[in-house]
């Protein structure tokens, strides 16, 4: 289980919590969240790219835009969908990824100079839908991450 400290921030407000998360490799995980003093908790079980229990219902959909971000959240890089063409890249610091499906397109950069992290962007027809930044340690397990809408 992983423990987590949160924080969102717009043009507008800012807000914060904590939660943690249970995996269970390959694609599963429970994550539960609550705002400051407790308030708001929001639980769910996500399976891949789909939420099987949400309370409240529509949580997951108002805290993430995007499975594959969530994921990469997480440290986890998820399997590309069996028709989507890949490319990538590899040197001594870097593993890059690109899958793309239709008009969405999931980019992975997997960085091992300095800190490690894990990256991903997700575009839908062109158009960003984010950008997550994770740090992780030596051993792959994330310290901080950074979900950019």
């Known amino acids: 289980m992983h423990r987590f400290k949160w924080l969102f921030q717009d043009d507008r407000a800012s807000t914060g919590g904590q939660g943690s998360v249970r995996i269970a490799p390959p694609d599963s995980l429970r994550f539960d ?14 399976v891949g790219d789909s939420s099987r229990w949400v309370r409240p219902e529509d949580a997951v959909e108002q805290m993430i835009p995007n499975y594959p971000l969530m994921w990469a959240m ?30 969405d ?5 997997r960085l091992e100079r300095g800190e ?34």
Do not use: C
């Open 74 to 103: 997480f440290g986890i890089v998820r399997q590309p969908h069996p028709d989507a063409v890949v490319r990538g890249f590899r040197d001594q610091e870097s593993t890059v990824w690109q899958y793309a499906r239709g008009v």
């Open 33 to 46: 969240v609550m705002g400051p003093f407790g308030a708001n908790p929001t639980a769910a079980v996500v």
């Open 116 to 149: 490690p992290k894990l990256m991903a962007i997700v575009r839908r027809a062109g158009e960003v839908v984010g950008l997550v930044e994770t740090r992780l340690s030596d051993d792959g397990v994330p310290l901080k991450a950074r979900l950019i809408v």
């Open 105 to 109: 397109t999931v980019e992975y950069a």
